[in-house]
C-alpha cells in the first residue's frame, strides 16, 4: 500500500528533480571516486580546464550596483531601463523597438511561463518540435495546460514545415488558437538553426494559420549570442509576419552573459496596435505578480549597465566572442569527427548541444556510460553537450559515440 499523503493527486507522483541533472549528479559523483569521466550532460559553458566560463565585466557591472538599489524590490515587470535594454539589444529597427513591450522573467524559462499562460486557455496545448527543452512540457503542464509536436526534420533532414502546418491546422481547428514554440538559432537539443528557405516557408505557414484564428510565436532566444553570424536570419522576416501574428521572444541573460544562477531574463511581445499592446503589458505584468512577483533587482541592474553603458557593453562582448570562438572550435572539431565516423545528426553550425540520432538512446547512453562519457538519451537521440566538452576531449567523446550507436544498431 502506498503510504498516504496530504498532497492532491496530480502532485503526488511528480518527481522531484530534472533527468538531465540527475545524470549529471551521477558522472559527478563517479568522478570523485577517481574514474576518468566525461560530462556532456549540462548546458553550462566551461573552459577546457573544467571550469564554468564566465565574463569578469560581468561582476565589474554587479560591484557598480549601489547596495540599497540592489537591497530594494524591483518593479514588478521590471526596471524601465532594463526592459528599454533588452528591447535595443534585440531588436535593430526603431520601428521594432517602439512596437515592442516587455516584463521582466526569471530567465527564459520565466518567459515560456507567461507566453503559455498568456495565449492559452487552460486544457489547450502548445506546439513545439518532436525534440525539445523537456521544462517546455512541465511548465505547460504545471499551469494546466498540454504540449504537442511536430515531427522537427522530414525524411531528406530538412525542416519539418509540411509536418508543421498539418499539426497547426489540427490545432487551430481543435482549439481556436496556436501558441507555436521554437528554439533557433542553435536549438536545444539537436543544435539546429534555421536558413532562410526554412524561414521563408516557416512564414508561409504561420501567415496561412493566422487567417483562421490567433496565431502566437515564441522565439526562444536562449542561445542566439553565440549563434554563427550567417544563422541570425530572423530579422529580415519579421516584416511579414509584423501584424498578423502576435510575435513573442524569450530573452535571457543566463547563456548570454554566463550568469545562470542570477535569473536574469524578459519576455517581449512584438505588437503593432496600441491597445493590445497595452493589454499584452498589463497581462504579462499580471502574470509576475502572480508567480514571482518581481525578478532579481541586482542582476537586472547589472544587466542594464552591460547593455547601455559604452565601456562595460564593449568588454563583454569582446569577453564573450573569445568564449563564441571557444565554442565554435569545439563545434568544428566535433563536427570534423563525427562526419569521419558516419554519424547521422541534424545540420550543427553552432550552439550548446548538438543530437546524434540512434535507433536505441538508451542503449546508446548506456554504452558510452561504461566507457565513461555521459550523454542525454532522447527519443531517437542522444544529446551532447558540446559546451561543457574540453575540445582535447571531442575525439574520445565521438569514439565512444560512434560505438554505441553501432551497438544500438545491433
Not at 210 to 222: N, Q, R, Y
Request: net charge negative.
Amino acid at each position: 500500500m502506498p503510504e498516504p499523503t496530504r498532497l492532491i493527486q496530480a502532485s503526488a507522483a511528480r518527481g522531484g528533480d530534472d533527468p538531465i541533472f540527475a545524470l549529471h549528479a551521477e558522472a559527478m559523483a563517479r568522478r570523485a571516486q577517481g574514474e576518468d569521466v566525461l560530462n556532456s550532460t549540462l548546458g553550462a559553458l566551461m573552459n577546457d580546464d573544467g571550469t564554468l566560463a564566465i565574463l569578469p565585466s560581468v561582476y565589474e557591472a554587479i560591484r557598480q550596483v549601489p547596495p540599497d538599489l540592489a537591497a530594494a524590490y524591483a518593479p514588478i515587470s521590471g526596471p524601465q531601463r532594463f526592459l528599454d535594454a533588452v528591447v535595443e539589444d534585440l531588436f535593430e529597427s526603431a520601428e521594432w523597438r517602439g512596437a515592442a513591450v516587455a516584463a521582466a522573467t526569471p530567465g527564459g524559462t520565466g518567459a515560456c511561463h507567461h507566453a503559455i499562460v498568456n495565449f492559452l486557455e487552460p486544457g489547450q496545448k502548445l506546439l513545439t518540435s518532436n525534440y525539445f527543452w523537456g521544462p517546455y512540457r512541465i511548465i505547460a503542464e504545471h499551469t494546466r495546460r498540454g504540449l504537442a509536436t511536430f515531427p522537427m526534420f522530414a525524411a531528406d533532414g530538412s525542416f519539418g514545415t509540411e509536418a508543421l502546418e498539418r499539426e497547426m491546422s489540427a490545432l487551430m481547428k481543435s482549439q481556436g488558437r496556436v501558441l507555436l514554440v521554437l528554439n533557433s538559432p542553435c536549438h536545444n537539443p539537436t543544435g539546429y538553426s534555421l536558413d532562410d528557405e526554412d524561414w521563408g516557408r516557416l512564414t508561409e505557414v504561420l501567415l496561412s494559420v493566422a487567417k483562421k484564428g490567433p496565431v502566437a510565436i515564441l522565439f526562444d532566444f536562449a542561445y542566439a549570442k553565440f549563434a554563427r553570424p550567417e544563422s541570425l536570419r530572423w530579422h529580415k522576416h519579421l516584416g511579414q509576419l509584423f501584424g498578423h501574428v502576435t510575435i513573442l521572444f524569450a530573452w535571457t541573460a543566463s547563456k548570454a552573459f554566463a550568469q545562470y544562477g542570477s535569473r536574469v531574463g524578459a519576455c517581449v511581445a512584438l505588437e503593432p496596435d496600441p491597445e493590445e499592446r497595452t493589454r499584452i503589458k498589463n497581462a504579462l505584468g499580471y502574470s509576475c505578480r502572480g508567480t514571482w512577483s518581481n525578478c532579481n533587482h541586482l542582476g537586472m541592474l547589472a544587466v542594464a549597465e552591460l547593455l547601455v553603458d559604452p565601456a562595460l557593453r564593449a568588454r563583454s562582448e569582446a569577453e564573450r566572442a573569445e568564449l563564441i570562438g571557444l565554442l565554435h572550435r569545439r563545434v568544428e572539431a566535433f563536427n570534423d569527427a563525427a562526419g569521419s565516423e558516419g554519424l547521422s545528426y541534424p545540420r550543427y553550425e553552432g550552439g550548446f548541444f548538438v543530437a546524434v540520432f540512434t535507433p536505441d538512446p538508451a542503449c546508446t547512453a548506456d554504452s558510452m556510460k561504461a566507457d565513461g562519457v555521459f550523454v542525454v538519451p532522447l527519443s531517437g537521440a542522444v544529446r551532447i553537450a558540446v559546451c561543457s566538452t574540453p575540445q582535447r576531449d571531442v575525439a574520445r567523446l565521438v569514439t565512444a559515440l560512434a560505438k554505441g550507436v553501432r551497438k544500438a544498431g545491433g
